[in-house]
């Protein structure tokens, strides 16, 4: 069997559209969700936008607007990712 998938601990809002999450495995995960925009209840500005919080098991960012993106999604809509840092 293969490791068991990370889960989000951390999310922050850098720019509308993007995110960068931090997952239970210690990666940080940088993705850019324009693609999703089409959604209707997609957050319309920067201030709905930040309004943002991990969902209660850790596999989905979900929105005040009621907006939600799943981990894989957010996984395969990234530019860019950090391997976990390796403490002293």
């Known amino acids: 069997m ?3 998938v990370a889960l989000i601990v951390s999310v922050s809002t850098p720019e509308y559209k993007k995110v960068t999450v931090e997952l239970t495995d210690g990666t940080r995960v940088f993705a850019d969700l324009t693609p999703l ?5 997609f957050p319309k500005d920067k201030y709905e936008w930040d309004q943002t919080a991990p969902d209660s098991f850790g596999s989905a960012l979900v929105w005040a607007s009621r ?6 999604q957010i996984i395969g809509l990234a530019y860019k990712t950090e391997p976990p840092t390796k403490s002293a």
């Not at 925009?37 to 209840?41: D, E, I, L, N, T």
């Not at 907006?67 to 894989?72: M, P, R, S, T």
């Open 37 to 41: 925009q089409g959604v209707y209840c």
């Open 2 to 4: 293969g490791s068991p």
């Open 67 to 72: 907006f939600e993106a799943h981990i894989d």
